[in-house]
């Protein structure tokens, strides 16, 4: 009875022993998950649906060994008349891609018929939303265009080929406010070698402003306007305007947009828009975006 007794005293102890001993492990781990997500702040994601807010860019970048093609497609003037069938006789296209070389870095080049001009940017995001950290995400842009029209024999004399470049540098600054608003400023500076009498200054200075109103899961209300803070007196361009609808079907998202520019890379939507939105001078149009993964993740 007595070694029955003390057996049984042991396995007691063992297990209390063995109990106190989970609880204190449990307590450490516990912890260290508390410490490790003071350390690590929750980054705000998708401030909006793809890298287009409308025309311009928004401050989302894709991640790292992703290829994105990106198609731009705008009509005709939908104050064309019938004749025109309503600007669905015109057509204006930009083919492009987008390769993440880190998920914070991307670089992307592309063919615009309008003018038929190529253009290479690089996209950086500098800060990320947190709830911890910093109030806004901001993302720098840069992006360089060449004019390949007019041909060289149709150039006014003196004209250099370096002439035909262009460059644009933008801050793109926006907030998550809840899950359904978000809204985005770009300030922005647009440079071009050359520009005819009537065109304004080589330099010039645009401020943007857009935003998102989500309505469904999958489907959101986007809108872009530009500011020209410097315009030419004597060139008839005006601001550019857009509104989008933003429709995400898996690795798709396919914008449906009302604007009055033809242009779909910065410097031709941002100074050189020749539409007025609110007198009819609105094209149809649409962004179609398909991501493919090339390297997987880490």
């Known amino acids: 009875m007595q070694s029955i007794k003390r057996n049984i005293v042991a396995l007691k102890?063992?297990?209390?022993?063995?109990?106190?001993?989970?609880?204190?492990?449990?307590?450490?781990?516990?912890?260290?998950?508390?410490?490790?997500?003071?350390?690590e702040p929750s980054?705000?994601?998708?401030?909006?649906?793809?890298?287009?807010?409308?025309?311009?860019?928004?401050?989302?970048t894709i991640g790292e060994g992703t290829l994105e093609f990106i198609f731009s497609h705008r009509f005709g003037r939908l104050n064309g008349g019938l004749y025109e069938m309503y600007g669905l006789d015109d057509a204006y296209v930009r083919l492009g891609l987008e390769y993440g070389v880190t998920d914070n870095f991307g670089i992307g080049i592309g063919r615009n018929s309008v003018d038929k001009t190529v253009d290479g940017y690089l996209k950086y995001k500098l800060v990320k939303q947190s709830r911890e950290g910093s109030p806004v995400t901001v993302t720098a842009f840069g992006s360089t265009?060449?004019?390949?029209?007019?041909?060289d024999a149709d150039v006014p004399d003196g004209f250099q080929r370096?002439?035909?470049?262009?460059?644009?540098?933008?801050?793109?600054?926006?907030?998550?406010?809840?899950?359904?608003?978000?809204?985005?400023?770009?300030?922005?500076?647009?440079?071009?070698?050359?520009?005819?009498l009537d065109e304004g200054d080589n330099n010039q200075v645009a401020v943007?402003?857009?935003?998102?109103?989500?309505?469904?899961?999958?489907?959101?209300?986007?809108?872009?306007?530009?500011?020209?803070?410097?315009?030419?007196?004597?060139?008839?361009?005006?601001?550019?305007?857009?509104?989008?609808?933003?429709?995400?079907?898996?690795?798709?998202?396919?914008?449906?947009i009302l604007t009055n520019t033809r242009g779909m890379i910065e410097r031709s939507f941002i100074t050189e828009t020749d539409g007025d939105?609110?007198?009819?001078?609105?094209?149809?149009?649409?962004?179609?975006?398909?991501?493919?993964?090339?390297?997987?993740?880490?």
Request: positive net charge.
């Open 13 to 39: 102890t063992i297990f209390v022993f063995f109990c106190t001993s989970q609880a204190f492990a449990q307590d450490d781990l516990l912890k260290e998950l508390e410490s490790s997500s003071e350390k």
């Open 145 to 151: 265009g060449y004019k390949t029209s007019p041909k």
């Open 208 to 256: 943007g402003v857009g935003g998102r109103i989500k309505m469904t899961p999958s489907v959101s209300v986007n809108l872009e306007y530009y500011y020209r803070v410097n315009p030419s007196a004597a060139a008839s361009y005006n601001d550019a305007i857009g509104i989008a609808v933003d429709i995400e079907t898996g690795g798709h998202v396919f914008q449906i």
């Open 277 to 298: 939105f609110f007198d009819g001078d609105i094209h149809l149009g649409f962004n179609v975006t398909r991501a493919f993964q090339l390297k997987g993740k880490r």
């Open 162 to 196: 370096t002439d035909r470049l262009s460059y644009t540098a933008q801050l793109l600054i926006a907030r998550k406010f809840t899950s359904a608003l978000s809204l985005q400023l770009m300030p922005t500076l647009v440079h071009k070698n050359w520009v005819a």
């Open 43 to 60: 980054y705000t994601a998708q401030t909006f649906k793809g890298t287009r807010l409308i025309n311009g860019h928004s401050v989302e």
